[in-house]
């Protein structure tokens, strides 16, 4: 892939892509209820809101982390102890860029895409490399599976 067409990709506002849909839930439902909701739609996480605002956020990370203590009740409210609150975010008119950048610096698979107040939907790691392939498909489709890899000798017949 040329540098123009990566730079091209790059700077692409996250508002020229496909936000994957934000599951909402209020810091007063319970983590039983969020880890529900999690389950069942296949999400990574849940944004809580209060007034239409982002307060706080519950990713898988924090049930492995914060959740799995022997006596863990799973009925209390989500922001007794186990929410995110104020978590990062990314602007709508942020690039792809950025959002790479802000994932990789602080080991994020998912950053919620706002615009003011609201919450207009997640960008994900994932889905930013489907993006990308879906993009370039001759050039992605054909890397070789170990693009730095130096065979001792000829394969073939």
Request: one cysteine or more; charged letters at 25%; a negative charge.
């Amino acid at each position: 892939m040329d540098r123009s067409r990566l730079t091209h990709f790059l700077s692409q506002t996250l508002a020229d892509l496909p936000l994957a849909e934000a599951p909402v839930v209020s810091p007063g439902d319970s983590v039983r209820d969020a880890v529900d909701m999690m389950r069942d739609g296949s999400r990574s996480c849940v944004l809580a809101t209060e007034g239409g605002r982002l307060t706080g956020i519950f990713t898988e990370r924090d049930v492995l982390t914060k959740c799995m203590g022997e006596g863990f009740d799973w009925g209390q409210p989500l922001g007794a102890a186990v929410l995110t609150r104020d978590p990062r975010t990314i602007p709508v008119g942020g690039t792809v860029a950025e959002a790479i950048a802000t994932m990789r610096r602080y080991h994020y698979r998912t950053l919620p895409v706002v615009d003011g107040d609201s919450v207009l939907g997640l960008v994900r790691l994932g889905d930013l490399l489907t993006h990308l392939a879906e993009a370039y498909p001759e050039e992605i489709l054909n890397l070789p599976p170990r693009p730095h890899q130096v065979m001792e000798k000829q394969e073939g017949g």
